[in-house]
């Protein structure tokens, strides 16, 4: 979401319902609903964006405008086209997608399917690196969905990147009407920025196999892994999963005494399910009864197409709940997302290890 001077950090959460101060960061005035999450989240991104690690500074900020520039996200990628210049990256790099290195332009197939259907990623998108440090570029790049995510999911219907691409089909190259031209904008950092996320399961087409939890889960298997390759990124990511999953003030709208795990398990199971990931030891059942139409249609838009989130629909769901429960059920989303594609991606780099 851009930022709106006049209306605080939020399109739908007036300020009053924040806590703390709103200094000018929309991400960290809306998160700060739930310090504890707060915290490992910029625990981690500092992790990622600051620390040592196989990519340079300006290449990390680089993979994040990319991954942001996947769901039309202008806030950040502003906000990390800024950052890459901070840190000494080249002005030429943001003249478009053309302008970066290779080994960044070759991300592009796996930027896109992890945006987008993870589950098409195979050992061969791991064959590509020249080194298994490259699996780096990939947390990195997952991360920042994370990130996007909670952003982009506050943006209204008309965004820049549809204004853009009806400028640009008005625009010709040279006279050449087949080659439109794109003024600076998310569309630069974008290749087939028509791809986008489809059903797992489309009736009348052969689907892809189910990710069976049980035949490679986080805890023993995409864990360890990581552990292995980062030991770091891999115990905030897990202590991040932990906080959103367990997080509870043990309230339901006005109903206090509440358990909620039901709830939440519900809720994580069913965004994993959209990505092609079941659990053999749960009831499915249990999504229907707990997860009301209006609420599993506002899930799979911020999941899956967070640039087509409105009001109407944020309004429509949890009509009785408190603004600081809906942004709770963000990080539920936006974690069983990132936890599905990590799951995908951390079994083919299994898979081309062994």
Not at 75 to 89: D, K
Not at 306 to 331: A, C, G, I, M
Request: contains cysteine; aromatic residues 12%; proline residues 4%.
């Amino acid at each position: 979401m851009r930022h709106r001077s006049s209306r605080g950090p939020s399109a739908y959460i007036p300020v009053s319902q924040l806590t703390g101060p709103y200094v000018g960061d929309n991400i960290a005035a809306v998160m700060g609903l739930h310090p504890d999450y707060l915290h490992v989240f910029w625990k981690t991104q500092h992790q990622l964006l600051r620390m040592d690690g196989a990519l340079s500074l300006p290449e990390r900020h680089y993979v994040a405008i990319m991954a942001s520039a996947r769901h039309q996200c202008t806030y950040l990628v502003s906000l990390h086209s800024s950052c890459f210049l901070q840190v000494g990256g080249d002005l030429r790099w943001l003249e478009g997608f053309d302008a970066a290195p290779l080994k960044l332009r070759k991300l592009n197939d796996l930027n896109k399917i992890l945006a987008h259907r993870p589950w098409l990623i195979t050992k061969e998108h791991i064959e590509g690196s020249s080194t298994l440090q490259e699996a780096e570029r990939v947390l990195a790049e997952i991360k920042k969905l994370d990130e996007e995510g909670e952003e982009t999911s506050q943006e209204e219907m008309e965004t820049r990147f549809e204004r853009e691409k009806r400028e640009c089909a008005m625009v010709p190259t040279n006279g050449d009407n087949s080659k439109p031209v794109c003024f600076p904008g998310i569309l630069r950092f974008l290749e087939d920025p028509d791809f986008g996320y489809i059903d797992f399961t489309r009736r009348g087409e052969q689907a892809p196999p189910t990710f069976r939890a049980h035949d490679y889960t986080w805890e023993d298997h995409g864990y360890s892994l990581l552990q292995r390759l980062n030991p770091e990124v891999g115990q905030l990511l897990d202590d991040k999963f932990q906080v959103a999953f367990n997080l509870t003030y043990h309230t339901c709208a006005t109903h206090c005494g509440v358990d909620t795990f039901k709830l939440r398990r519900a809720i994580w199971n069913y965004i994993q399910c959209i990505y092609g990931i079941r659990y053999d030891d749960y009831d499915y059942g249990e999504v229907n009864q707990l997860l009301e139409r209006s609420l599993k249609v506002y899930m799979k838009t911020v999941t899956c197409h967070p640039e087509r989130v409105t009001r109407q629909l944020y309004n429509d769901f949890w009509r009785q709940f408190k603004h600081s429960e809906k942004v709770h059920l963000n990080f539920l989303l936006l974690e069983a997302r990132l936890q599905a594609a990590l799951l995908y991606s951390l079994r083919a780099i299994t898979r081309y290890m062994t």
